[in-house]
């Protein structure tokens, strides 16, 4: 009894040092539609999940905000969409190619979104889709890499997450990938920095509860990349995880390197069964 009362002490005086409601803000069964894609935000979590149900972030967020991400021409990451379509049919490298030249047209890619990140048998590791564009780059190309979280590489995720909008996460965690996804699931339960925090602190034990005026999620990467009103550009999944590490007085694991790749593994199969719905509005 000692124990679990100091355990609950412990935790309400970490709400309050950083600023939690009493209340959580209750999330809704709303059904978004944007350009003609219907796109459930709430589905019930499937077996083995350590959540009873799955919510997008979009839930989350102010009416304002929600209304941004329903329509295209009002979705401000959309901006970043369409400097992709230009960077699609730019040849670049020392083989004066585009993504174009090898792939067509962006729609080539419908579905791959929801599958990612997964096991490259050729490298004998998980590749996410940043890996994989850099591959095609240097190796295709004859291109330099591009930054992991960098605005080109975020603006040609959001393009190729685009095209599976509505599609059902299902990213596999078995097989050969399964050490990786075990390795991800360590971090994300793993009490890091000065405030002693994980990932599921805030985002399985506390989602909806207020911080600092906004609203915790679940985490899901569904939305990925996000436009973020507070940055005014397109957030990448790792980029999101440096933030994150930071608010808690952490130091930041590599972007790109071995940590922040398995998280991401693990953190997308959290979502599986809801739908891309990227590129999202967050605050």
Known sequence: MKKITKSILAGGMLALSLGFATQANEPTDAVMTIDGVTIPTHVKA???SPLPE????????????????LDDFDNPGMIFVDQAWETW??????????????????????GLRAV??????????????????????VK???????????????????LISLQSRGDIINVKTDGPAAATWEKGKEIYYTR??????????????NYGVMIRADHLSQGQLNGFPAYRLKNAKLNTAQGRFKGCMK??????????????????????SRGNGLPIEGPSVRN
């Open 247 to 268: 608010n808690i007085r952490a130091t930041p694991y590599k972007v790109g390197g071995e940590e922040f790749r398995a998280l991401q593994f693990y953190v997308a």
């Open 192 to 205: 890091v920095g000065q405030l002693d925090m994980s990932c599921a602190n805030c985002h399985e034990d």
């Open 54 to 69: 799955l919510f997008s972030g979009w839930v989350f967020r102010s009416t304002e905000t929600q209304a941004m991400q």
């Open 140 to 158: 295709y190309m004859g291109a330099d890499k591009w930054k992991y979280s960098g605005g080109k590489m975020a603006a040609m995720v959001a």
């Open 116 to 137: 990612m990140p997964k096991w490259n048998e050729a490298a004998g590791e998980v590749y996410t889709l940043e890996d994989y564009i850099n591959e095609s780059r």
């Open 46 to 48: 499937p077996a083995g």
């Open 89 to 110: 049919s730019t040849p670049e490298g020392s083989a004066g190619k585009s993504c174009a030249d090898c792939h067509g047209e962006p729609e080539s890619f419908a």
